[in-house]
DNA sequence: TCGTTAACTTGACTCACTCCAGAAAAGACG
DNA sequence: CGTCTTTTCTGGAGTGAGTCAAGTTAACGA
């Protein structure tokens, strides 16, 4: 796990200020992956005390551009944060929880980008999201 | 183009009631793919008259469910909807313009389901919406 | 034709997220 | 160290897609 010392590099290194709800932003989502908005907003606040909504609005937002976060919003559920970036990895969520987990990317390192046919389009990212169910609603319908 | 009649068979074979705005909706996607919510009340409208936005929700959640429609939402999108079901294809969206074409899906016919490590998930479904430019937006941003 | 039940209408409501204007803090420079 | 400029943060109001709930209407099987 990083330290403040390691976030506060990493945001030098985006050329952004160094500010305290960034620190505690980077950290929160680096303990909590895939947390939604109102979750790290909850853990910065614990962190820091008070802390506007906004200031993490705009923070995620930074981070996001920056690179130094990911941004996924599976369908039906709320923004959600993670500190991984730039490997290429995806997702499975799990149709009745919710839970999300990290995949790496099945076709190797590369970006898999490999459509059939691209109508015209110049594709620089392929996101992937596996749909399914997570073992413990897997086990929890077998067992009702 | 289905007419119709074909519209209700649809509905028929799944067994739902048959009504004016749900034929009105299956047609509005039909006719209009990747249609947003709001532009599908507005087709409705033109159609038939006064429908409750509500009506226009339900009636897709319903379609949704039994199979009729796909309802997709790339992120920074509202919800959109398309007719094209069980055949697998993905999706291409333009970054700048929010524009979705359909691709079929690269590995072919067979959902790929391939993820390295599922993490004990009962993987059901792979979508994949690929990110780029579209023809139109990148030949704007070399001309300028 | 009638009764049951699903579907539709109306209207209020929720909640993630955004916009705005002013206050505060960070970083640069002398 | 002190001042200036720029960026960030605060607080509050606002937006808009989507949902909830109660009552009415209409589809369809008997």
């Given at each position: 796990m990083p330290t403040a010392f390691d976030f506060e590099r990493m945001l030098r290194g985006a050329s952004l200020r160094v500010t305290a709800p960034r620190i505690a932003v980077l950290s929160a989502v680096h303990e909590h992956p895939h947390a939604d908005t109102d979750s790290i907003i909850g853990v910065v606040r614990q962190n820091l005390g008070a802390v506007s909504h906004q200031a993490v609005y705009d923070v995620l937002r930074a981070l996001t551009g920056a690179g130094l976060l990911r941004r996924i919003e599976p369908q039906g559920s709320v923004a959600r944060y993670e500190?991984?970036?730039?490997?290429n990895h995806h997702h499975v969520v799990c149709r009745s929880c919710g839970a999300i987990a990290d995949v790496d990317c099945a076709t190797g390192a590369?970006?898999?980008?490999?459509?059939?046919?691209?109508?015209g389009f110049v594709i620089d990212e392929a996101e992937v999201i596996y749909w399914g169910t997570c073992p413990e609603c897997t086990t929890a319908a077998k067992s009702s």
């Open positions: 500190a991984r970036v730039g490997d590369a970006p898999c980008l490999d459509a059939s046919d691209d109508h």
